[in-house]
């Protein structure tokens, strides 16, 4: 069974940091995409970083370029979204995602996602 496990959300103040781990279980290689998106009340979900795990390409939506790191742990199966310079706009729920079959990132949209962690809520007040 395919299985992700989101950990590290909580409530911060703006410009503050914050590291999510997503720890996933039962997939038998490492030809997958795997990363993040994030869903407010009201909105759509957004792809927000991703890896490929082979290759280590990465994919990062334009809002959160240059304040949030995507990196993984091959051996323990495990990536983290580094947060830094964290703003109001980024409170939301973070969802750990896996595509797999996945070799490269060209974009990162929740339609094709296989498998869906149950999500991590982040706070960020001003």
């Known amino acids: 069974q395919l299985k992700l496990v989101e950990s590290g959300g909580g409530s911060v103040q703006a410009g503050g940091s914050l590291r999510l781990s997503c720890a996933a279980s039962?997939?038998?290689?490492?030809?997958?995409?795997m990363g993040w998106f994030r869903q407010a009340p009201g909105e759509g979900r957004e792809g927000v970083a991703g890896i490929a795990t082979d290759s280590g390409d990465t994919y990062y939506a334009e809002s959160v370029k240059g304040r949030f790191t995507i990196t993984q742990d091959a051996a323990k199966s495990t990536v983290y979204l580094q947060m830094n310079s964290l703003k109001p706009a980024d409170t939301s729920i973070y969802y750990c995602?896996?595509?797999?079959?996945?070799?490269?990132?060209?974009?990162?949209?929740?339609?094709?996602?296989?498998?869906w962690g149950k999500g991590t809520p982040l706070s960020v007040s001003s």
């Open positions: 039962g997939f038998r290689n490492n030809h997958n995409c």
């Open positions: 995602a896996v595509l797999t079959g996945c070799t490269v990132i060209a974009g990162w949209n929740h339609h094709d996602i296989d498998v």
